[in-house]
């Protein structure tokens, strides 16, 4: 049973370039969550998305951040321009829509900014 | 809305030893609960969860949990942790009214297991 794929495992670019992560969820699993995990602010939910609609983009900081997902089986997140406060580690998450199930992870994306 | 406090940033232990594990939650409704566990360069993979029945729930690796409604606590316990176990662990939390939602972390804490 394959887990989330995330892609590519590590990106390291030069400031002001667009980087494009990207997230393969669990089949059958309806909900995907994109966080990014950082020393000084912890695991933050950036945005979560419902049978591929956004539900919630609150945590997305500022418009450099987009997120999409045109069906169920895939999902980015691009950060365009990218800049140096922008380097951490980026994960993926799915879920069924049932109650009490847990949030499934990939391995994550570090991504680096000089 | 949610909040978790989880109330040891670090954690060091011996080999052998039992461990516990912190955290503390404030919700106005009911509310699921889970243990992630993070090795290094790794996601996070689940532990346990409390969605309801017994307040005291076993999941992998030998580690349970126990719910306590009235301190609104959850604290994970191992009575004998191995090298195996250093790694960092999430409590997590999200509202018990259906379907899944966002979870709401904790800030983690680091356990660190010496020979």
């Known amino acids: 049973d394959a887990g989330v794929i995330q892609s590519p495992r590590h990106e390291v670019t030069e400031m002001g370039q667009e980087v494009t992560l990207r997230c393969k969820p669990i089949?059958?699993?309806?909900?995907l969550f994109w966080y990014r995990q950082t020393m000084m602010r912890g695991l933050e939910l950036l945005i979560y998305?419902?049978?591929?609609?956004?539900?919630?983009d609150s945590g997305m900081p500022e418009d450099r951040f987009s997120a999409k997902m045109p069906n169920a089986s895939f999902s980015t997140l691009k950060i365009q321009p990218s800049e140096p406060r922008d380097s951490a580690v980026y994960f993926c998450a799915s879920s069924r829509q049932a109650v009490g199930q847990p949030q499934h992870f990939g391995d994550g994306t570090r991504l680096s900014i000089l | 809305a949610q909040s978790v406090t989880q109330l040891d940033s670090q954690v060091p232990v011996f080999e052998e030893a039992p461990v516990e594990l912190r955290c503390n939650y404030s919700?106005?409704?009911?509310?699921?609960l889970f243990w992630y566990v993070q090795y290094p360069n790794q996601g996070l993979q689940l532990l346990l969860k409390?969605?309801?029945?017994?307040?005291l729930v076993k999941g992998i690796n030998g580690f349970e949990a126990e719910f306590n409604k009235s301190q609104t606590s959850f604290h994970l316990r191992k009575p004998s942790v191995h090298i195996s176990d250093t790694a960092e662990y999430f409590c997590a939390v999200t509202p018990a009214r259906g379907g899944s939602e966002k979870l709401v972390f904790g800030k983690g804490t680091k356990l660190t297991v010496n020979p």
């Open positions: 919700s106005s409704v009911s509310v699921y």
């Open positions: 998305f419902n049978n591929n609609v956004p539900i919630d």
């Open positions: 409390y969605l309801s029945g017994s307040t």
């Open positions: 089949s059958g699993h309806d909900y």
